[in-house]
Every structure is written in C-alpha cells, then in structure tokens.
C-alpha cells in the first residue's frame, strides 16, 4: 500500500511538472494574451506583426522612389550626380557628387556593413571644423529650416548623412530589387504612352495577377478609396503617391502585393514561419498543460483514495503524529511552514533562478516557485485533514468543536427565555466593547495602523451584527417550520414530517417530538381505517352469508303458504314468520347498502335532474302512505324547475329514506312540511315534522349507523336510513343538515346548482 502511495505521489509531482512547463510555454510565446481563437481563426496575415511589416515595406518603397531619383541615372547607380550644394562665402556656393561624399566618409573611417547601416563611429564637431550652410539636399528636396542651427553641419557631419542615405537605398535594392522576393510592386506615373515613370520589381503583371498573389493593395489616381484585402490599410499611402507625382494629372497607380505561398525566403517568410512556430509551440504547451491538470487530477484522487485507509489490524485509520493534532493547528503549522519556505526561496532560491533565467523571465519564474509553494503547502493540508476526515475526527477533534461543545453547556439545558437573555447580554456586551474600542482608537490615534484597526474592530462588529441577525433568521424560519408542520397535522396531514437536519439545540428537540406526535397520529388513523376496513367486509361477508339462508327461508314461507293450510293458528304463525323474515331481509340490504355507501365502493351515473320535479314525484308516491298514519304532506315548491347534476337512482334513495324516517316517526295527525329553497348558489330541500318520541339526542348522532330517534325502538327500523342517506348524499357532492330543537325534527338535503 505504501509502495502504491508513494507512486501516485511521484506521477502526482511529474504531472504538476508538466502543467508548469505547459504554462511556461504558452506564458513565453509571442502570442500570449490573445487567448487560443487566433490558434483557428487567425493566419500570419491576419496579424498585426503583418501588417507593421507591409506598412514598413511601403513606406520603404517611397523611399526608394525616391532614392531612385536622386542616385539613378537611367535606372543605374550614377555616383557623378550632385548630392548637396553647400554655401561657402557670400554669394559663392559649390555642389558635391555622390562620389565626393562617399570618399570623404571613407577616408573618416565610415563604411557600411552587412546590413547597409553607416559602421566606424559618429562624427564629431569641435572647434576646429568649419561649418558650412547646406544650400540643398538632393534627398530631401522639401527640407525647411524651423531654427537657425538646422542649416549649419560639418562637412564630415553631411557626409555620414549622405552615406546613411545611400545605405537606405543599398538595402532596399539589394531586398526587393537585386534579390528575388515575396513582395512585388509597381508605381507608375504616366502623362503619355512615351512618357511615364515606373517603379518596379516585377514586369508584366496586371492588376488581377497581383490579386491572385494572397494580400494586395491597389490605390489609382482616379479612385477615391483603396482596393486592398489587407487587415490594415495605411492610412498615408494616397497622400504619398500625390505628393510624389511629377505630373500634374491623376492618371497613376501603386499595386502592392506579398505572395501568400512565400516562394522566397524573405523576412515575409521567416516571420510566417515562426508563426506557424509559435502556434505548435503554443498548441504543444496547451496539450502539455491539459495533460498535466488530468494527471494531477487522477494522481490526486489515487492519493484521496490511499490516504488513511483503515488499518485492518487495530480497524482504525493509520494516524501520524501530526495528524492528530486539532484541524486548526494543522492549518497553522502547514501555513507556517509554506512562510518558511518563502523566505528561503527569496534569500536563496531566487538567486539560483537568475542564474538560468533572462532578466525578462525573473518575474514567472519565481512567481511559478511561489505557486508551487502554495500548492505544496495546500496539497499537504488537504491530505492532513483528509485523514482526519476519514478518521473521523475532522470535526470532533478540531478546537472550534472543543468551543462549542464547552459553551453549548451554558445553554443546551435552559429554557427558550434564558437562552435569548444569555445571548442578547453577550451580544449587548461584544457590541458595547467594540464601539467604545473603535471610537478610542477614532478619536486618539491618527497613524495607518490605528485605522487598520479600527477597519478590523469594525469587521468583527459587522460580522456578529451579521452572525445574530443570521441566528434571529435561522431561529424565526424554524419557528416557521415547526408551525406549518402543526397546521399541516391539524388538517389531518398526518404524515407531514420536519427536516430535523436542519434544527440545533431545542429547536431540534421540538421539532422531532413534533414528528413524533404525527407519527403516532398517522399510526392510530392507520389503525381507525383498517378497523372501518375490517368492520365493512365483516358486515358485507355476514350480510352475504345470511342472505342466503334467508332466501331459502322466505322461499319455503311462501310455498306453505301456498298449500292454504286452514288452520288459524298455523295462519297466524306464517304471517308472523313472513314478516319477520321480509324484515330480515331488509336489514340485511340495508346494511349491505350502508357499507357500499360509507367505503364510496358505488358506480355512480350523474346527470341533470329537475329537482323541483323529484320532489313533486316523491310527494305522490308517499302521499297515501302519509295518510295511514294520518300525515298532511304540506309543501312549498318553486314554480320553476331548478337543475341540479346527481345520480337519480341513488338521489331517490335518500329522499326514499327521509320519507320513511317521516313516516316511521312523526307524531300522528301531524303535519310534514316539505320545502325547497335557494342559498347562493345551493338548492336546499328540507323536510319537517313533530316527533311522536322525545328526542333526547343529539343531531349529529342520527347519522350515526344503528342509531334511532326512537329509543325504545317500538317502530320498525335498522338505524341505518339516515346514515345512508348520508353517505349517498355526499358521494353525489350533496349534504345532509340534521336538526333538533324539542321535538321538532328537520333535515336538509343541499345539492349545487347547475350552472
């Protein structure tokens, strides 16, 4: 384990290496600072390098236009041309020939170099030169005077002038005209077919031949804009053809152009290739940098993954010395550490890097040590608590822990009110301390270091202000919590539940003996619902098992009665059997009926239904049953119809059931009230009557199954009408309001209007 470990510390080390040579790369190329998009979307002749290199060109080409007038003769060097003319007395002036400028500088000790610039020395003037007034200058026919010492040189002064001229025009020649190059040219001005100027390193070649090359740029004398395709036209080379013009026309044009393929090997080429150079240098350095980041990042997780594995002797995690000291000091001793080696690679190692680095490198290079200080050191750290963490006692061991854990003494057992007294006195005093310490330092001491303390006393103030207004926050959110978790279980939630993680203290406390309580509700309704679960297919199972034997009874009643037996006894004892059975049966549909309704286990067929109309039909059909008992059927029905949406079948079953119970025990030679009325948007039907019994009970215990408002049970009945009633009453979106007052009974069936 340790020989694994210890390599992935060795890959870990050369992949860091390796991003630091892949940042040195890229922090050395040219290019650096323009990101990687000129790596696709840029070529040679798209950068500025090109562009300065063209722009010196063509001002180098106005040159030689130039110089070609002044040293040419028939487009050959003529060293018997006059060069300057200087004014030696009053009225007396002399000119000078190239050649007699050109042996004055060579007997000086002037030469010109590979390079064409003036070698062997500067000239210098002393009181024994004579100055003579420059009268003319060849090369700079234009040249005017802006103060009086301007026009006064040395003769060894003018001569190392003219040979710096005439060097400018040898290495202009000896680039674009002697030897074969990249940039091709022609100026011409004409004034007709036989004469015209030309300037040139190219013959034959029309305009279209010089667009082909790669980068052009064409300016005519006719035109007022420049046809170019390079990225930066210079802005003075219009101005230049004009002002250079011998004729006083516009018909003249200058074409430019460089070939793109570099044929020649030219600076044009040299520079191309170094770019192209630079871009492998740089996509080089960028692989390399990736590489490295990868490694590190893999080698990194090899040394998370191997650090403190469990010991599978002691079953602990291998611990050093220093990793069993707090996490904070740790941090300091690793944050110390990484300061020593800080120095030492400022006293030292920096000294050693200015050996092997150019002056212009010195800052990377040590800012490059310093970062690998840094991730050492870091690195170091996250390892060390790492296999705390693994440990397990990254938290528990750490002296924050320790803090709390001792100051938590003071308030974990108090009540909520000491709590907030406790901390709002610690809270009063810190604040009270660090205003009196910044206005002491405010209005006693001026320096910066006194302000710089007083910008810390200041941050400690702000940061409690903030720590108490986040613990206010914190501790109104969880009241906030803890009441919406009680709305929620006073609704019936039972099964909301409080993130307890997110709690401290007795807050937590709190909110898990809340979730306690729901959880014990949740349980007893779980244990309500399976006993009503348990209780209804109880009595559908007996309901079904007695409604067979049942059948067969009423069957074999029917098939004696049949045989018309003439004895009056027996009569008597088979009407009594008859109805005791009829009875039976009625209790036990009944009771089917009351379980289908309570457990909603019923298909229902909703549709609009003239409410008004289903009660004038229900008054008919118990009007003469009405009249047995001596009952006068009151009613008061809108004239017009009134649409509500239910299911028939199952409405008139519960107005069938409010009927009977009406039937079976209003008090006789009463009167039963029947009315419908309007409530918003409700159609309310309500039936009244007087009980023939006392009605000691409460209305909503009517509704109960198996309860009677007769308690003596002298009538006929299960108990179990009103309860189905209701539960059909409400599985159709309807209601169901009981009444008791004395022994005046109401019920009210509401039902929501059609719209």
Known sequence: ?????????????????????????????????????????????????????????????????????????????????????????????????????????????????????????????????????????????????????????????????????????????YRYIQNPSNLKFEILYQNTEEDYKLYSNVSGKTINDFKTMGRYLYVTGEALYVDSNLTTVPKNVSSLLEKMNPYNNGNYHMTVAVDTSYPYGDAYARASASYDRMRLLFITGMISLCLGILGCMATLYALVSLTGLPDKEKGRSRLRRVDRLPAESCLLLYFGASILALLLANKLAYKIIHLFFAIDQWDYAELALRVLIYYAAGLSAALSLLKRYKAGNLWTGSLIYRGLKNLSLYFKNHRFTTRIMLSYALFLVFNIAMTMAFAFLLF?????????????????????????????????????????ALFNISRGDTTYKIDTLTFNGKERELAENINHISTGLETALQEKVRSERLKADLITNVSHDIKTPLTSIINYVDLIKREKIQDPKIQGYLEVLEQKSQRLKTLTEDLVEASKASSGNLKLEITSIDFVELIHQTNGEFEEKFALRNLELVSTLPDESILIEADGRYLWRVLENLYNNAFKYAMEHSRVYVDITLEEDMAVFTMKNISQSPLNINANELTERFVRGDVARTTEGSGLGISIAKSLAELQDGELRLYIDGDLFKAGLAFPIKK
């Not at 006393?457 to 986040?470: E, N, R």
């Open 1 to 173: 384990m340790k020989k694994r470990k210890d390599f992935a510390a060795l890959m870990h080390m050369l992949f860091s290496l390796l991003v630091v040579v892949g940042v040195s790369i890229m922090y050395s190329n040219s290019h650096y600072g323009e990101g990687i998009r000129w790596i696709n979307h840029e070529t040679y002749e798209d950068t500025p390098e090109f562009t300065r290199q063209i722009k010196s060109d063509i001002d180098d080409i106005f040159n030689y236009v130039k110089y070609k007038e002044v040293f040419e003769t028939n487009g050959k060097l003529d060293y018997s041309k006059p060069i300057v003319r200087v004014l030696e007395g009053p009225g007396t002036t002399k000119e000078y020939t190239v050649d007699e400028m050109i042996r004055r500088a060579k007997s000086l000790g002037y030469y010109l170099n590979e390079q064409f610039k003036v070698s062997g020395g500067q000239p210098s003037a002393d009181d024994t030169d004579s100055y003579v007034r420059v009268d003319y200058r060849a090369y700079e026919p234009d040249f005017k005077i802006t103060e009086p010492g301007e026009a006064f040189l040395t003769m060894d002064q003018l001569a190392y002038e003219v040979l710096t001229h005439l060097g400018n025009y040898y290495s202009f020649y």
């Open 444 to 484: 006693t001491y001026k320096s910066l270091e006194s302000r710089i303390l007083m910008g810390v006393v200041a941050l400690l103030l702000f940061s409690l202000d903030f720590w108490i207004f986040h613990q206010m926050y914190k501790n109104a959110w969880e009241t906030d919590q803890i009441n919406e």
